[in-house]
């Protein structure tokens, strides 16, 4: 039986386990480097924990979702992982120790920006789901809203959400709110989009809950959605790279036919 090694995070230590598929060990390995490099950097984490900005605003809109004490936590390592592993990851104690030299002057800069980040985020978050209370609002895209939302912030989204994705927040929630400005102008746009958006976005999760294609297409989908939302109900908004129906529906058909194959 074949099985695939990661060091797996507990918070206060860390451990070497095996996992079924490489794809697991992937998910888990990172999270256990990151928690070896707090461990060498404990005071600069330290002095962190009590010195985030914004922290006291972002915690009370993230109260629903978690304590302050996780909020903070994910920040950090959300950080840490942002400024020490966003290149391959070492695989030796002085591939460790490199990596840990030569980014450690910019740690507390990138977990602050990383704070910033957040507090834009969730202030965002929360501008959109109170304009989805305005009762103008047609339920069809309300809904779509709402779940797409719960889909960008929900209880440990900072730490879970990819770096260079996260940064991407704020972006697809001014989206919203420009695509609900449209749709309370003229909604004949926003209604022919949606149909093929959520059939798209459905399509995805189930993929997602079937476990179809290897992590990194799944993730590749799942943002390429997010653009094409943009493209949809939202230009002349930029979006990261080239979305549209027929690159999205070409990528599930490759996931598709690489998994029966």
Same mark, same amino acid.
């Given at each position: 039986?074949? %099985?695939?090694?990661?060091?797996?995070?507990?918070?206060?230590?860390v %451990?070497?386990?095996?996992?079924?598929?490489?794809?697991?060990?992937?998910?888990?390995?990172?999270?256990?480097?990151?928690?070896?490099i707090?461990?060498?950097?404990?005071?600069?984490?330290?002095?962190?924990?009590?010195?985030?900005?914004?922290?006291?605003?972002?915690?009370?809109?993230?109260?629903?979702?978690?304590?302050?004490?996780?909020?903070?936590?994910?920040?950090?390592?959300?950080?840490l992982? %942002?400024?020490?592993?966003?290149?391959?990851?070492?695989?030796?104690?002085?591939?460790?120790?490199?990596?840990? %030299?030569?980014n450690?002057?910019?740690?507390?800069?990138?977990?602050?920006?990383?704070a910033?980040?957040?507090?834009?985020?969730?202030?965002?978050?929360?501008?959109?789901?109170?304009?989805?209370?305005?009762?103008?609002?047609?339920?069809?895209?309300?809904?779509?809203?709402?779940?797409?939302?719960?889909?960008?912030?929900?209880?440990?989204?900072?730490?879970?959400?990819?770096?260079?994705?996260?940064?991407?927040?704020?972006?697809?929630?001014?989206?919203?709110?420009k695509?609900?400005?449209?749709?309370?102008?003229?909604?004949?746009?926003?209604?022919?989009?949606?149909?093929?958006?959520?059939?798209?976005?459905?399509?995805?999760?189930?993929?997602?809950?079937?476990?179809?294609?290897?992590?990194?297409?799944?993730?590749?989908?799942?943002?390429?959605?997010?653009?094409?939302?943009?493209?949809?109900?939202?230009?002349?908004?930029?979006?990261?790279?080239?979305?549209?129906?027929?690159?999205?529906?070409?990528?599930?058909?490759?996931?598709?036919?690489?998994?029966?194959?």
């Amino acid at each position: 039986v074949t %099985a695939y090694p990661a060091l797996v995070d507990y918070q206060d230590s860390v %451990a070497i386990e095996l996992f079924e598929t490489a794809d697991d060990a992937r998910f888990y390995h990172p999270g256990g480097i990151a928690r070896l490099i707090a461990f060498e950097l404990r005071d600069t984490v330290k002095y962190l924990r009590r010195n985030l900005p914004d922290i006291e605003q972002s915690a009370l809109m993230y109260s629903a979702l978690g304590s302050r004490q996780e909020l903070i936590e994910d920040i950090i390592m959300a950080g840490l992982d %942002a400024c020490f592993l966003a290149g391959e990851l070492p695989q030796r104690k002085s591939e460790f120790d490199g990596v840990v %030299a030569k980014n450690k002057p910019e740690f507390i800069s990138k977990v602050n920006q990383t704070a910033e980040l957040v507090y834009k985020i969730l202030g965002l978050y929360r501008e959109v789901r109170g304009r989805l209370q305005k009762p103008n609002i047609a339920p069809a895209h309300r809904e779509d809203c709402l779940e797409q939302g719960d889909y960008l912030v929900y209880a440990g989204f900072v730490r879970d959400i990819p770096y260079h994705y996260l940064v991407r927040l704020p972006v697809y929630f001014q989206a919203m709110l420009k695509r609900l400005d449209k749709t309370e102008q003229d909604p004949k746009q926003a209604d022919r989009a949606l149909p093929v958006i959520r059939e798209l976005w459905q399509r995805y999760l189930q993929l997602e809950q079937d476990a179809e294609g290897d992590a990194e297409q799944l993730q590749s989908l799942r943002w390429m959605i997010e653009d094409f939302r943009i493209s949809a109900f939202a230009q002349p908004m930029k979006t990261r790279g080239p979305a549209s129906e027929n690159r999205i529906r070409k990528l599930i058909d490759t996931i598709l036919s690489a998994d029966d194959a």
